[in-house]
T-cell receptor, first 114, second 112 residues
Framework: NAGVMQNPRHLVRRRGQEARLRCSPMKGHSHVYWYRQLPEEGLKFMVYLQKENIIDESGMPKERFSAEFPKEGPSILRIQQVVRGDSAAYFC????????????FGDGTRLSIL | DAKTTQPPSMDCAEGRAANLPCNHSTISGNEYVYWYRQIHSQGPQYIIHGLKNNETNEMASLIITEDRKSSTLILPHATLRDTAVYYCIVRVGIVNAGKSTFGDGTTLTVKP
């Protein structure tokens, strides 16, 4: 039973480019969360999605950032016109349908902005 | 989600039990206690969770006080590979409960 898969593991972009981060949840999981972790800091919630719906995007910057979780395929976190401050580790977690189910995390995408 | 308070760091001798405390004095009746750990820069790893009864699995034991205002994660025989940041989180136990709020956690260092 494969865990949460994130790709790429490392992504390098120049300022002004776009970054696309992908997350495939565990099989059968329909809830996906994105978190960001700056160096030497804790995880900060960004967005919570269910299939085809954004449930909570309170932690996601209003500009340049967007997320989707289509009916088919992985969840995508998209960052447009990246800036140096976007350099961070981005983690995805998925959760099953049962009550009190824990979130299971992928190993993240390390985004570096040149 | 209720806030949690954890000591910033702890040391433990290899082979001994590691007891990591967490205070969650404002926990609500429908909130569960979850423990995760993050080893170096990997993704957080789920360890265990519970509501009010003590829980045990192959990784650890979770002891929750009767008033539910605090809990302790116990690693019975710590190894060097258990060195990590441990996070205690409280969260409503329903399907669409939403985000987990991570604090600063406890950095556990297991020493030979």
């Amino acid at each position: 039973n494969a865990g949460v898969m994130q790709n790429p593991r490392h992504l390098v972009r120049r300022r002004g480019q776009e970054a696309r981060l992908r997350c495939s949840p565990m099989k059968g999981h329909s809830h996906v969360y994105w978190y960001r972790q700056l160096p030497e800091e804790g995880l900060k919630f960004m967005v919570y999605l269910q299939k085809e719906n954004i449930i909570d995007e309170s932690g996601m910057p209003k500009e340049r950032f967007s997320a989707e979780f289509p009916k088919e395929g992985p969840s995508i976190l998209r960052i447009q016109q990246v800036v140096r401050g976007d350099s961070a580790a981005y983690f995805c977690a998925s959760q099953g349908q049962g009550a009190a189910q824990p979130q299971h995390f992928g190993d993240g995408t390390r985004l570096s902005i040149l | 989600d209720a806030k949690t308070t954890q000591p910033p760091s702890m040391d433990c001798a290899e082979g001994r039990a590691a007891n990591l405390p967490c205070n969650h004095s404002t926990i609500s009746g429908n909130e569960y206690v979850y423990w995760y750990r993050q080893i170096h820069s990997q993704g957080p790893q789920y360890i265990i969770h519970g509501l009010k009864n003590n829980e045990t699995n192959e990784m650890a034991s979770l002891i929750i006080t009767e008033d539910r205002k605090s809990s302790t994660l116990i690693l019975p025989h710590a190894t060097l590979r258990d060195t990590a940041v441990y996070y205690c989180i409280v969260r409503v136990g329903i399907v669409n409960a939403g985000k987990s709020t991570f604090g600063d956690g406890t950095t556990l260092t297991v020493k030979p």
